[in-house]
């Protein structure tokens, strides 16, 4: 119940938010705050709950009885991070938009609300027709964010964006359809359910093929290279609270789903596909390290630099075992931070000089020393910095997928350094080097205050802890990662190419 | 000398109850007519034809439940046949309400549209229960001709510019007469090898490898029906005719005269679906997978909403043609299904569509560029979202009744194992989108400065709500209508 | 007590932490009280541990903190490890640590970024200590990163000048690349022995792995690849000699005493690996010893003060890496400590004299300045002689270890004995040509140099000044270390050879003497042979390794990135909507408006489709 | 006395008709003669029907024939309707004149 | 019969073609008319009496007498000849008539192989009559709705503006 009541929540709080505008413009972000307070709470009153077939949480109710598809939602410890991450990215989300967002705030609330909506959905669904239902209804509202609030090229982006994820969706959602429909051939019904149709059998080319329309699903989301190109129009083009959500929350939902959905459902495939998807992960982390150092619009190079991180994720999902697993999951929570934080932080650069071009900033570091230091702990965050939770993630990616598959492990490590080399440049061409305000209006150029800084220190917080005592977050998703390992026992080696 | 042999055709009072639907649209077209002859009363007649087309609604829903008729020797009102009068006449009663505002400072007789609107109706619901040539040509005819004088609506207005509404008639009415003399022709043919009108006697035509008589026969009937569906590469006139017609007469056109065709095509299929002449069905796929590529490729740049609406309703045709075609490989009940809810749902998105542009358009001025919708997400914020919401619905996304529909061609293609097609579809809906967020944005966009005052509709207004409102309810919880569907397939 | 190494990193963290949080509106007192308190804390504790370690007689103690995860059976913990090795490091790094730091309070006495400074070097610190306590890998891997970034962000601790930063990062990406390749050897040796605990780790690979066989080659070359990174050894050295653009402290206390040392730590605590790869530890040799030539070369042509002294530190890490490729192992780590006391002297001794000229680094724009520069001067004297192995001086001591070790390896020994005794040649040219040019001649430039006062950048001087004199005679508690080691017995050569081990240095300083203190001989004229200004010019450029590498890896790079910044996969799907639209246009044109035209268009679809039909 | 016509014929002359008739659709610009040829095609269809009919011996074909006929007049009658419109706006009965709407 | 068949085929077949290739409209419908009636007179030698007398009476007669005002109204005729011919000429008729013929070698090579005769038997107006208010007695109301409509559209449009039905 308390899972319905986590989506309806927000459904009915963005509708709140957008009417409340009426009555006073400050009231909108007030709601939403509320809204996404009270989802933590609900969320953080799941972590005492105990565990019923694996599950915290679960309910399950008819929807649409012809087909077999129910409002049948779950959620275990592997969700239940994730469901903490996007709570918690909502609050940074609406506390970086606070004081941005001015015109038409109501509305703006509500799509913010609605796309989390759509990702708790995500996260919780069990039906495939749910999932994807829900896979779906978060792009409306994202595309608003972007089209309406965006910056100078916001159709264009949002347009890309929108298309991107949309045809991905149909290909999955013709994966989702044939996967039902073997399941009918086999068992003489129809069911959309998780459970079901992890017992469905394939012959092994349509195996293969309906697994690909799911990876191609997931791989644009996530995104893996090269279906990435939606993201870096879309995160330079979105306000910076969008630009959160998309980075720290609406990417992890690809990898969130290659995890539940992609492998398990299709062991053998999987593990055939595993060297290519490892290899196009590799790619990821490689060539858009590399695009993303010749960026000279900030946003766009962070933008690049979380596909390469992704990468990791990919990785390590398709290296499937527990190490990995729990390397793509680390990598997941502690991207979602990092990666929000700078783009908060890019955010609060152009809302305060309004340029995103990095050529026309420099010596930063002398005028907004507090916004330095925090950019710089989540650039070496970035980089993977041990003690910090990334490094955490991206280690035990590449140690447990090192066990998989050697030679692409050693060529992703290889991103480690391509990774200080964009990260140190971000820096130096923002903090580092000599001041200079030709470019724009010097006294705009605030420090951070003490609201801005709440936010950034309680990322910091969560990347420290993540990075020293990671063991907190391990132990919530061991249980689902463990259950999904033991499931595919007959396909325990996938990606193995050891002797 | 054959004897007279009507004395073993008897039609009892029993036999009417089927049709009664039909009788009520028919009375309301008598009736309006006398009472236009009677007095001119504009309110008055609309609201004739409302009630009328109501009455025939509630009625073919009462039947709908009702056992089955037996097969009378032109018409089924079957359960099928029922489900669609009632879409048929509710969508008729939409684009009824909708004209209300359209035509209110009209310089011209008025009435006779609603006239006309009633007895396209009339050939619509005999189209959904042809079971026979004859009555389908009838049923056709009937529609196109009360089509005919609804796209020339305006032509005697002065507060008209320009001539795009004579224009479209004429386009429709020649290239429509050559389409049904294609259909004719290729009947003739068919009758002149099984002996029968009916559609049970498709059954006769000899089928296997080499038969090409049948195949033209039944190509030549195809070709009308791509033509009256728009389909590629019989599409052509589309655009023309919707941009030039009156806005709701367009609305009739692109629901109405559009799903009617699909009705009859669908229950043609599951007739001959047994005979398996392959060369049709990959003449079929052809036109589904041209029409998909075309209309989106066509509908892409276009700056003319209701062009747009136009190109993409040849893709849609398309899509739906892709269930045709499952039907024809499978046996299986899904196929129809699909081809209903997603009728169901194109009915729905695209009245409320055109109903935005009928309540915002008069018949003065038709505010079909794209340019005249900047900034109506702020003007006009409900309508607006209506719209928003029937564009998503075309394109599939879900919280609409268009994915459901969606989702019903997938499972549909899927079942049939229909993998170009399917691919084909993934590409013309990542194109189709295109169109339909350019609409969108163009509503986010902040309202020029020099925008004129925006018309206003109650009537048009509830409808296009209503029909947002069915677009959610269907979309999100579509059960009931999936159960009943399921309930009437043939 | 000796649970107590908990507290050792501790005190550098909380100093960081305080710095930090202050956000620099600490006064510069309680700063520089703050930074260099907790060092001096923590060196206390230091002695402490130190004293009860020796005196338990423990081979070596465990002090588990928390474990850091636990995952599918890794579990690598943040636990301490202190042994003989450990302990060494702990007290060369917190004892010649807390001299630094005193030392900075006053050198950095005038800059705005004080208490930054002292956040940075106290965040060093502490990574520095994790690095040497670290009981597994993983821990020691936090540290070496966290040193990396120390050393990155102060390199470019003045930001202003973009050539400090570009300095900051060739640091860091350069050491990156080591570090990667040691990341990668942390993953097969997890794959193959299944723990990262060092000594787990060193026991499962003796215990598995036969001597000469391939996995330990390989997992010995990855480290060393790490190593080598660190330590500016060949052929990823060309960091160091850029880094010299953070100050003179950082440059005493990283680059030369602490940081780039870790590469000798890391190979002399991972040894076992080495000696059952007797290959790669002879490859290390040969990296030590090329690695010290090269530098020994690059460093004579250097007229940078700090630079020499850069140049001189890699080569003389190089004699440590020779030390840990024959097998001297205590020898090495001996090095490692008596080079921190006389090479922390001389960059402090070089930060002096830099101070006093008002941040003047040339050589040749100095001059007679040991009267003006007493204090600098007796540095530079002191320091220099225990560069140079002057007999009896702390280097003495530890590089006659090395060069005796390295004799008695089989086959290759006396190569690489002979080359070691050459760098030592250099090191004594490099050295007092440093010397005798800044302090002796004619003064060439600030004439009205003063000598910075100040006990605490005095006291620094004297305590490391008597460290380099008599540190030869500290004992290195690391028998137990290396104790199965082969090495330790009594070394035997004949005074021939320890003659000249001893001439050669003070040969160099004479020929020193004779081109710079004296002007009997003159450069010039050396310069003026034919194809001379080539060789100088190509070793001053440090053997042209930055333009190679620039070539090789830096302008490819850039080049790609230039060419590709719009992302060429990018491109394709431009291709696609550009394909659309031209697809479009094409087939907009058919919509003519002309009624005719349309039927004909039925007529033609009319007539395919039978044509199909039909052929089908 | 009714000599039997193969139904081939029949229909090759229908065929013929309404080919003809198609000519006519697609090449005559003044717009009373596309009716024309559209009547034309419409009487090929007749033809068809009745050639139909007959083989069969059946009263359907005529039938059929029947309602193409009322088909036809009522086609005739609006698009006369129309012409005659089109004509009052254009004075000219060239088709050409009615492609304002394109793209 | 069977000649006669055939001529009347022939019959109209050239009236067919004269009304497509003629300039001046008058005389277009007089061949149009004369086709129509060749076909009437098929239409008997095949059997169907009624169908053939409404040919000439509703066809021939009504529909173009019908186009005979029209074209009276319009004014068109022998004055707009020359424009018909202008019309005409050129390569417009190329690939239409190209077409038509590829169109109709389909039919041919389809038709060719039809197998039947034409029954020698009339149906007669009895038959017809009997049959169209038996079964096809909806279609016959339905007939009367589509005149119904045709009539109300064509008046609606051929209406002079202005002239109120008061």
């Known amino acids: 119940m308390?899972?319905?009541?986590?989506?309806?929540?927000?459904?009915?709080?963005?509708?709140?938010?957008?009417?409340?505008?009426?009555?006073?413009?400050?009231?909108?972000?007030?709601?939403?705050?509320?809204?996404?307070?009270?989802?933590?709470?609900?969320?953080?009153?799941?972590?005492?709950?105990?565990?019923?077939?694996?599950?915290?949480?679960?309910?399950?109710?008819?929807?649409?009885?012809?087909?077999?598809?129910?409002?049948?939602?779950?959620?275990?410890?592997?969700?239940?991070?994730?469901?903490?991450?996007?709570?918690?990215?909502?609050?940074?989300?609406?506390?970086?938009?606070?004081?941005?967002?001015?015109?038409?705030?109501?509305?703006f609330y509500f799509n913010l609300l609605w796309t989390l909506a759509g990702v708790v959905g995500i996260f919780t669904a069990l039906d495939l027709f749910l999932f994807f239902f829900f896979w779906e209804v978060m792009l409306i509202p994202m595309y608003f964010i972007i089209a309406i609030w965006g910056h100078e090229n916001k159709f264009y982006a949002a347009k890309k964006f929108f298309i991107f994820t949309q045809v991905s969706g149909l290909i999955m959602l013709v994966s989702i359809v044939v996967l039902a429909w073997f399941h009918y051939l086999q068992f003489g019904f129809f069911s959309f359910a998780y459970q079901d149709l992890l017992n469905v059998g394939m012959n092994r080319s349509m195996e293969m093929w309906v697994m690909l329309g799911f990876f191609i699903g997931f791989a644009t989301k996530l995104p893996s290279v090269p279906f990435h190109n939606w993201l870096p129009d879309a995160h330079s083009q979105a306000p910076s609270a969008g630009s959160i959500i998309l980075a720290g929350v609406l990417l992890k939902t690809g990898a969130y789903g290659l995890v539940r959905f992609a492998v398990p459902l299709f062991p053998n495939a999987a593990a055939e596909f595993a060297p290519f998807a490892m290899t196009l992960a590799a790619i990821s982390i490689l060539y858009c390290a590399k695009v993303a150092f010749a960026q000279s619009d900030i946003k766009r190079l962070i933008a690049y630099t979380s596909v390469s991180h992704m990468g990791f994720v990919t990785l390590g999902v398709y290296a499937w075992n527990e190490l990995a697993l729990q390397g793509a999951v680390m990598t997941m929570l502690a991207h979602g931070l990092s990666s929000a934080a700078l783009f908060m932080l890019a955010g609060a650069l152009q809302h305060r000089i309004h340029t995103r071009n990095m050529h026309e900033m420099g010596g930063f570091w002398g005028r907004v020393p507090r916004m330095s230091a925090v950019a710089l702990f989540f650039s070496i965050a970035a980089l993977g910095m041990p003690g910090l939770g990334n490094f955490i993630g991206e280690f035990l990616a590449l140690l447990g997928a090192f066990q998989a598959n050697q030679v692409l492990t050693i060529i992703s490590a290889f991103g480690l350094i391509f990774a200080s080399v964009y990260s140190l440049w971000v820096i130096q061409k923002i903090f580092h080097g000599k001041y200079s305000d030709n470019a724009f209006d010097g006294s705009r150029l605030l420090d951070l205050d003490n609201r801005e800084m709440a936010f950034y220190a309680a990322m910091m917080a969560g990347l420290v802890w993540m990075g020293v005592y990671p063991q907190s977050f391990l132990d919530l998703s061991a249980p689902t990662l463990q259950a999904l390992l033991e499931s595919q026992a007959g396909a325990a080696a996938v990606g193995a190419l050891q002797p | 000398m054959t004897p007279l042999d009507y004395a073993g055709y008897t039609m009892s009072a029993g036999d009417l109850i089927p049709l009664l639907p039909l009788l009520a649209v028919t009375a309301t077209s008598i009736w309006v007519m006398m009472a236009i002859g009677v007095k001119r009363n504009y309110p008055f007649v609309l609201g004739s034809t409302v009630a009328g087309l109501l009455l025939a609604a509630l009625l073919a829903m009462r039947l709908l439940t009702g056992p089955a008729p037996e097969a009378a020797p032109l018409l089924t009102m079957d359960a099928y046949a029922q489900f669609f009068t009632v879409l048929i006449c509710a969508a008729a009663v939409g684009v009824s309400l909708l004209s209300h505002n359209y035509w209110t400072e009209f310089d011209d007789q008025r009435e006779e549209f609603f006239l006309l609107l009633s007895l396209a109706t009339l050939g619509a619901i005999v189209l959904a229960g042809a079971n026979h040539f004859a009555s389908l040509l009838l049923g056709l005819e009937t529609l196109s001709m009360s089509l005919y004088g609804m796209l020339a609506y305006p032509v005697h207005s002065k507060r008209k510019a320009n001539s795009h509404a004579l224009e479209s008639a004429v386009k429709y009415l020649i290239l429509s007469a050559v389409s049904t003399a294609m259909i004719l022709f290729g009947v003739a043919l068919i009758y002149a090898e099984t002996g029968s009108l009916a559609f049970a006697g498709l059954g006769g035509l000899p089928a296997g490898p080499g038969v090409g008589f049948s195949v033209v026969a039944l190509l030549l009937v195809s070709a009308g029906v791509a033509f009256k569906l728009s389909l590629f590469p019989f599409h052509i006139w589309t655009p023309d005719v919707y941009e030039g017609a009156p806005a709701p007469a367009t609305a009739y056109l692109a629901t109405i005269g559009k799903i009617v065709v699909f009705i009859v095509l669908l229950r043609v299929v599951v007739e001959t679906r047994s005979l398996g002449i392959a060369p049709v069905v990959i003449v079929f796929s052809l036109l589904a997978l041209l029409s998909i590529i075309a209309g989106n490729l066509l509908a892409l740049l276009q700056d003319n909403i209701k062009r747009i609406l136009a190109y993409s309703s040849i893709a849609h045709m398309g899509y739906l043609l892709i269930a045709i075609i499952a039907a024809f490989y499978a046996e299986g009940p899904i196929s129809i299904e699909a081809v209903s809810f997603y009728l169901f749902a194109y009915v729905v998105m695209t009245l409320g569509?055109?109903?935005?542009?009928?309540?915002?358009?008069?018949?003065?001025?038709?505010?079909?560029?794209?340019?005249?919708?900047?900034?109506?997400?702020?003007?006009?914020?409900?309508?607006?979202?209506?719209?928003?919401?029937?564009?998503?619905?075309?394109?599939?996304?879900?919280?609409?009744?268009?994915?459901?529909?969606?989702?019903?061609?997938?499972?549909?293609?899927?079942?049939?194992?229909?993998?170009?097609?399917?691919?084909?579809?993934?590409?013309?809906?990542?194109?189709?989108?295109?169109?339909?967020?350019?609409?969108?944005?163009?509503?986010?966009?902040?309202?020029?400065?020099?925008a004129p005052e925006l018309r206003q509709g109650n009537a048009a207004f509830a409808i296009v709500l209503v029909l947002f409102a069915l677009l959610v309810l269907f979309g999100v919880y579509p059960a009931s209508l999936m159960s009943l569907i399921q309930g009437i397939a043939l | 007590m000796l649970d107590l190494i908990w507290l050792l990193p501790t005190f550098p963290l909380l100093g960081f932490l305080i710095l930090a949080l202050a956000e620099g509106k600490l006064a510069k007192g309680p700063a520089g009280w703050i930074g260099a308190g907790s060092i001096g804390l923590s060196f206390a504790v230091a002695a402490l541990v130190a004293v009860s370690f020796l005196q338990s007689g423990l081979e070596s103690h465990t002090v588990p903190i928390w474990t850091w995860m636990s995952v599918a059976g890794f579990d690598p913990g943040i636990n301490l490890y202190l042994d003989g090795l450990s302990l060494v490091m702990i007290l060369v790094i917190t004892g010649v640590g807390f001299l630094i730091h005193v030392y900075s309070t006053g050198y950095m006495a005038d800059d705005p970024d004080f208490s930054r400074f002292f956040c940075y070097m106290n965040l060093f610190v502490f990574a520095m200590l994790l690095l040497v306590l670290g009981d597994n890998l993983l821990l020691l891997y936090l540290g070496w990163e966290g040193v990396g970034l120390c050393s990155y962000l102060l390199i470019g601790f003045w930001y202003d000048d973009p050539y400090n930063g570009y300095a900051a990062r060739k640091a860091f990406v350069v050491t990156r690349v080591g570090d990667t390749a040691m990341a990668i050897g942390l993953f097969l040796l997890f794959a193959q022995l299944g723990t990262l605990n060092i000594q787990d780790m060193l026991h499962a690979a003796e215990a598995e792995w036969a001597v000469g066989s391939a996995l330990p080659a390989i997992t010995a070359l990855l480290l060393l690849g790490g190593a080598v990174g660190k330590s500016a050894q060949l052929p990823l050295q060309t960091w160091l000699p850029d880094a010299m653009a953070g100050p003179t402290p950082i440059s005493a206390l990283i680059h030369a005493a602490t940081m780039v040392t870790a590469g000798v730590y890391l190979i002399a605590r991972t040894h076992t690996l080495f000696e059952l790869a007797p290959n790669v530890q002879l490859l290390v040799a040969w990296v030590g010893l090329i690695t010290l030539l090269m530098a020994g070369f690059t460093a004579m042509t250097q007229n940078d003060i700090k630079r020499i002294l850069a140049y001189s530190t890699v080569s003389q890490i190089g004699y440590m890496f020779l030390g840990l490729g024959v097998g001297a192992w205590s020898g090495a780590i001996f090095h490692l400590m008596t080079h921190a006391f006389f090479k922390a002297l001389l960059f402090l001794g070089a930060g002096a004299v830099i101070l006093s000229l008002h941040h003047e680094q040339d050589i040749f724009r100095m001059g007679a300045k040991r009267k003006q520069l007493p204090v600098g001067f007796l540095c530079f004297l002191i320091g220099g002689l225990a560069l140079t192995a002057f007999p009896y001086t702390s280097g003495y001591f530890s590089k006659d270890e090395i060069l005796i070790a390295a004799l008695e390896v089989e086959g290759q020994g006396l190569w690489l004995w002979l080359g070691g005794v050459i760098g030592a040649f250099f090191t004594g040219i490099y050295t007092f040509r440093l010397f005798f040019v800044v302090f002796f001649g004619e003064s060439r430039g600030h004439h009205d140099a003063k000598e910075v006062k100040g006990l605490n950048i005095a006291l620094p001087l004297f305590i490391l000044m008597a460290l380099s004199l008599f540190g030869g005679w500290i004992p290195v508690p690391l028998d137990a270390v290396f104790s199965h080691g082969a090495e330790h017995e009594e070394h035997h050569i004949s005074a021939f050879m320890h003659g000249v081990m001893i001439a050669l240095p003070l040969f160099g300083i004479a020929i020193s003497y004779l081109f710079y203190g004296s002007g009997i001989l003159s450069a010039e004229k050396l310069m003026s042979l034919p194809g001379s200004r080539a060789l100088h010019r190509f070793?001053?450029?440090?053997?042209?390794?930055?333009?190679?590498?620039?070539?090789?890896?830096?302008?490819?790079?850039?080049?790609?990135?230039?060419?590709?910044a719009k992302d060429i996969i990018d491109a394709f799907y431009d291709m696609l909507a550009a394909l659309s639209r031209a697809g479009h246009l094409l087939i907009v044109r058919t919509q003519t408006g002309y009624l005719r035209w349309y039927v004909l268009s039925m007529a033609a679809g009319l007539v395919a489709l039978i044509a199909v039909g039909v052929l089908l | 006395m009714m000599g039997a016509i193969p139904v081939e014929h029949g229909l090759i002359l229908a065929g013929i008709l309404f080919s003809l008739g198609l000519i006519g659709v697609l090449t005559r610009r003044n717009i009373v003669f596309v009716l024309m040829s559209l009547e034309v095609m419409l009487n090929a269809c007749g033809l068809a029907f009745i050639v139909a009919g007959s083989r069969w011996e059946q009263a359907d074909g005529q039938i059929m024939f029947v309602l193409i006929l009322t088909l036809a007049a009522a086609e005739v009658a609006v698009g006369l309707g129309l012409i005659i419109q089109m004509y009052r706006r254009f004075q000219t009965v060239d088709i050409n004149v009615l492609s304002e709407l394109k793209g | 019969m069977m000649l006669l068949f055939y001529l009347a085929a022939v019959v109209a077949v050239i009236a067919t073609v004269c009304v497509i290739v003629q300039t001046n409209i008058v005389h277009a419908l007089i061949y149009l008319i004369l086709s129509l009636l060749a076909v009437a007179v098929i239409f008997y030698?095949?059997?169907?009496?009624?169908?053939?007398?409404?040919?000439?009476?509703?066809?021939?007669?009504?529909?173009?007498?019908?186009?005979?005002?029209?074209?009276?109204?319009?004014?068109?005729?022998?004055?707009?000849?020359?424009?018909?011919?202008?019309?005409?000429?050129?390569?417009?008729w190329i690939l239409p008539a190209l077409l038509a013929a590829v169109l109709l070698a389909q039919l041919l090579y389809v038709l060719s192989g039809v197998e039947g005769m034409s029954a020698p038997e009339q149906v007669g107006v009895m038959a017809v009559g009997a049959r169209l208010f038996g079964p096809y007695v909806l279609a016959v109301e339905l007939a009367s709705i589509l005149l119904l409509a045709g009539l109300i559209s064509a008046y609606h449009l051929a209406r002079k503006p202005g002239a109120e039905d008061e």
């Open chain 3, 539 to 564: 070793w001053n450029s440090g053997w042209g390794m930055d333009r190679l590498y620039d070539f090789l890896f830096v302008n490819p790079f850039l080049y790609l990135a230039r060419v590709n």
């Open chain 1, 2 to 107: 308390i899972l319905t009541l986590l989506i309806a929540l927000l459904f009915i709080g963005g509708l709140l938010a957008w009417f409340s505008e009426r009555i006073n413009p400050a009231l909108p972000r007030w709601i939403a705050l509320a809204v996404l307070a009270i989802e933590l709470l609900l969320m953080l009153s799941l972590l005492s709950a105990t565990p019923e077939n694996g599950w915290l949480a679960a309910y399950n109710h008819a929807w649409l009885p012809r087909f077999g598809i129910s409002l049948q939602f779950a959620v275990d410890g592997f969700s239940l991070l994730l469901l903490l991450l996007t709570a918690f990215l909502g609050i940074v989300a609406v506390g970086s938009a606070w004081s941005e967002i001015t015109e038409r705030a109501g509305f």
């Open chain 2, 353 to 450: 569509a055109f109903g935005v542009v009928s309540l915002l358009s008069s018949d003065a001025l038709e505010r079909d560029g794209i340019s005249d919708y900047q900034g109506l997400f702020w003007r006009r914020p409900w309508l607006a979202a209506a719209f928003t919401g029937m564009l998503l619905s075309l394109a599939g996304i879900p919280l609409t009744a268009g994915f459901i529909g969606k989702f019903y061609l997938v499972l549909a293609g899927v079942e049939s194992g229909l993998w170009l097609l399917l691919a084909a579809l993934v590409v013309g809906s990542g194109i189709g989108l295109y169109y339909y967020l350019r609409i969108v944005y163009r509503m986010l966009l902040p309202e020029p400065a020099d």
């Open chain 5, 45 to 92: 030698t095949l059997g169907a009496p009624l169908a053939a007398m409404l040919e000439a009476i509703v066809y021939a007669g009504a529909i173009m007498v019908l186009f005979l005002f029209v074209i009276m109204m319009l004014n068109l005729g022998q004055n707009t000849r020359e424009q018909e011919r202008a019309w005409l000429a050129g390569r417009g």
